[in-house]
């Protein structure tokens, strides 16, 4: 996707009404005025770190055409309320990369549902007896928390991500193959690792991949999706924490560009059955 086109969504996802934006590009594809890649030559932020107020400055004599952009480009759709003069938007996929494409929940019973699978299956760790009963407990559980968070979450404080495949395949069936979770958070143990203007940053947590797509980037792409969600929502930092002895995720958030900063204290993952986390940290390239 180039760069005019992410500064533009960034600019058009902000979601406070009441913040002043300014958009200023020379072209138009599919309904969406941008320029080359170059034409973006600045996005200022009113306010840093608090996802409002972007002002966009485009201007380019050169065109794109369609057959260029990638499907996250095509997806862009604006539609103008009739004699209101409100700008309504509606975009699918953030990313769409290695055969799959990544775009936010559809808040229906049946993907809210499919999601929540997901999840379930990805964190529930077998017992011995009644294991079915109790998936069945976990995953009634991980629903409820996602309802929840949809429910009491404002749109540009919370996403839940999903990922499904570019293309149908066989085994797919339409399905989700993956899930995230997105929020703005403010807590000060992770805040103290961050610069001393930033005073909030994007968590991610409950990455989740169906069992029978793993090993094929789709986490990856679920990462990319939560750096475009990043500048689109205008948050310099993402952070996320993963297990001390889960070398495997480490190595992907270490690959997406996270560091290591901190470590739980002893006395937090002491106890039987509590492992020891890392928080990693996350430097997107937000434009100024």
């Given at each position: 996707?180039?760069?005019?086109?992410?500064?533009?969504?960034?600019?058009?996802?902000?979601?406070?009404?009441?913040?002043?934006?300014?958009?200023?590009?020379?072209?138009?594809?599919?309904?969406?005025?941008?320029?080359?890649?170059?034409?973006?030559?600045?996005?200022?932020?009113?306010?840093?770190?608090?996802?409002?107020?972007?002002?966009?400055?485009?201007?380019s004599?050169?065109?794109?055409?369609?057959?260029?952009l990638?499907?996250?480009?095509?997806?862009?759709?604006?539609?103008?309320?009739?004699?209101s003069g409100?700008?309504?938007?509606?975009?699918?996929?953030?990313?769409?990369?290695?055969?799959?494409?990544?775009?936010?929940?559809?808040?229906?019973?049946?993907?809210?549902?499919?999601?929540?699978?997901?999840?379930?299956?990805?964190?529930?760790?077998?017992?011995?007896?009644?294991?079915?009963?109790?998936?069945?407990?976990?995953?009634?559980?991980?629903?409820?928390?996602?309802?929840?968070?949809l429910?009491?979450?404002?749109?540009?404080?919370?996403?839940?991500?999903?990922?499904?495949?570019?293309?149908?395949?066989?085994?797919?069936?339409?399905?989700?193959?993956?899930?995230?979770?997105?929020?703005?958070?403010?807590?000060?143990?992770?805040?103290?690792?961050?610069?001393?203007?930033?005073?909030?940053?994007?968590?991610?947590?409950g990455?989740?991949?169906?069992?029978?797509?793993?090993?094929?980037?789709?986490a990856?792409?679920?990462?990319?999706?939560?750096?475009?969600?990043?500048?689109?929502?205008?948050?310099?930092?993402?952070?996320?924490r993963?297990?001390?002895?889960?070398?495997?995720?480490?190595?992907?958030?270490?690959?997406?560009?996270y560091?290591?900063?901190?470590?739980?204290?002893?006395?937090?993952?002491?106890?039987?059955?509590?492992?020891?986390?890392?928080?990693?940290?996350?430097?997107?390239?937000?434009?100024?």
């Open positions: 996707m180039n760069e005019c086109m992410y500064a533009c969504m960034a600019h058009l996802l902000v979601s406070n009404p009441n913040a002043s934006h300014k958009l200023v590009c020379s072209n138009t594809v599919h309904g969406v005025r941008t320029g080359s890649r170059s034409a973006c030559h600045r996005v200022r932020r009113k306010s840093r770190g608090c996802g409002s107020g972007l002002v966009l400055h485009c201007s004599s050169s065109s794109t055409s369609s057959s260029q990638s499907c996250a480009d095509q997806k862009v759709r604006l539609q103008i309320e009739n004699g409100k700008l309504k938007q509606r975009f699918e996929y953030l990313v769409c990369e290695y055969g799959w494409r990544v775009r936010r929940l559809i808040e229906n019973t049946d993907e809210i549902r499919m999601a929540a699978q997901v999840q379930a299956q990805a964190f529930h760790v077998p017992v011995a007896l009644f294991n079915d009963l109790f998936f069945q407990f976990f995953k009634a559980e991980v629903l409820s928390g996602l309802l929840y968070k429910k009491n979450s404002p749109p540009n404080r919370y996403a839940c991500l999903v990922a499904e495949p570019a293309k149908n395949e066989p085994d797919s069936s339409k399905q989700l193959v993956g899930v995230t979770d997105v929020t703005v958070l403010r807590d000060q143990h992770v805040l103290q690792h961050l610069p001393a203007e930033a005073e909030e940053y994007l968590y991610v947590s990455i989740a991949v169906s069992k029978t797509f793993r090993r094929r980037k789709i990856t792409a679920l990462l990319k999706a939560c750096d475009m969600l990043s500048i689109l929502w205008g948050f310099e930092f993402l952070a996320l993963a297990y001390e002895e889960d070398l495997g995720a480490r190595k992907l958030y270490a690959n997406a560009g560091h290591v900063v901190s470590r739980d204290p002893p006395w937090t993952s002491n106890w039987i059955g509590r492992k020891c986390r890392v928080l990693m940290i996350k430097r997107t390239n937000l434009p100024k």
